[in-house]
């Protein structure tokens, strides 16, 4: 439980918090007699600028609410002030569950009900250093996910099975695009926080997949021009499609994106190609290929990163259009 609640805690302290800051919260609490901080993952219910949670009463950190008490609530990514009070009273404690809409189990219907006001969020800060950020996640994003693909690929060397190959690429493939998908969010919510992180990995996942489905089917030469083009606009077409929700004007992030895809396997395939030999042991294909990876995630990540500068800078000029319009 330790180690799960320290994963929640670091997500929800992440630009990534939306994969469970809908239904969780975090609250800082400082222990009456100790001092320490405490950094407690809930569950809560929101109504107005008041948060509602129920706690087991075996449990000891609501003690330090008793009677009223100051705490910091990360809600959404931000931090917050806030004032919280803990009651045991069964009936405050059942419309809290009913509020959470827990069922009332008897664990939990002879609990504590903790309800906390809280304040206007502290002022956000601004990230400097977009493109390094950008280039980081994404160079170890792609460089993590691609190790998947490039194993897989050495262990099924020589397979009889042609189907079962590309079937096992393309899911390697998509596993991939979800890291990649989940490493490009954490850069771009820094700035951009109204993109989801679920939807923006999936459309990288899903684009990948295709990619390597595109990759994978027999063709002749004129089609596989066709699927090749099709490879690399597919992850730019399923994340403008996210981007257009708020930025319909970034439609040329298709073709940013897809240019930089094309340079970056051409790189792969000069570091990987010349390396590569029949019969070679399993462990020194997988290397190569990982060695090829690395290369083509810094390229991918450095041309993508001006791609995503550039999408940044034209979102903040709409926003300020908009509010001087207001």
Do not use: K
Request: glycine share 12%; with cysteine; aromatic share 8%.
């Amino acid at each position: 439980m330790r180690v799960v609640n320290a994963v929640v805690r670091r997500i929800l302290m992440s630009p990534l918090h939306d994969l469970l800051s809908r239904f969780v919260v975090l609250l800082v609490i400082t222990g009456r007699r100790s001092g320490r901080a405490y950094t407690i993952p809930v569950r809560y219910a929101e109504n107005g600028d008041v948060l509602t949670v129920v706690s087991r009463r075996g449990r000891t950190w609501w003690w330090n609410l008793e009677g009223g008490a100051a705490l910091t609530v990360v809600l959404r990514g931000r931090s917050h002030p806030a004032h919280g009070s803990a009651t045991t009273d069964p009936a405050a404690v059942r419309a809290a569950l009913t509020e959470l809409g827990q069922p009332v189990v008897r664990s939990l219907a002879e609990g504590v009900a903790i309800s906390m006001v809280v304040g206007p969020a502290d002022p956000r800060v601004t990230p400097t250093g977009r493109w390094g950020r950008w280039f980081r996640a994404v160079t170890l994003g792609e460089l993590a996910g691609f190790a998947v693909p490039a194993v897989v690929a050495a262990f099924l060397a020589g397979s009889g099975s042609p189907l079962l190959q590309a079937l096992a690429l393309i899911a390697a493939g998509a596993v991939e695009g979800l890291v990649l998908g989940l490493a490009q969010a954490y850069a771009l919510r820094t700035v951009l926080s109204w993109v989801p992180t679920l939807a923006w990995a999936g459309a990288t996942s899903c684009g990948a997949a295709i990619a390597w489905a595109a990759g994978a089917v027999p063709a002749t030469v004129g089609d596989r021009v066709a699927l090749g083009v099709a490879g690399l606009c597919a992850m730019g077409v399923l994340q403008w499609r996210v981007l257009a929700v708020r930025s319909p004007g970034s439609a040329w992030w298709i073709a940013a994106t897809a240019g930089a895809w094309a340079l970056a396997l051409g790189v792969f395939a000069a570091v990987a190609t010349p390396l590569w030999h029949e019969g070679q042991p399993v462990w020194l294909i997988a290397l190569i290929g990982l060695l090829g990876g690395a290369a083509m995630a810094v390229t991918v990540a450095a041309l993508t990163g001006l791609a995503f500068v550039r999408l940044v800078a034209g979102s903040e000029r709409e926003h300020q259009a908009r509010a001087h319009a207001a």
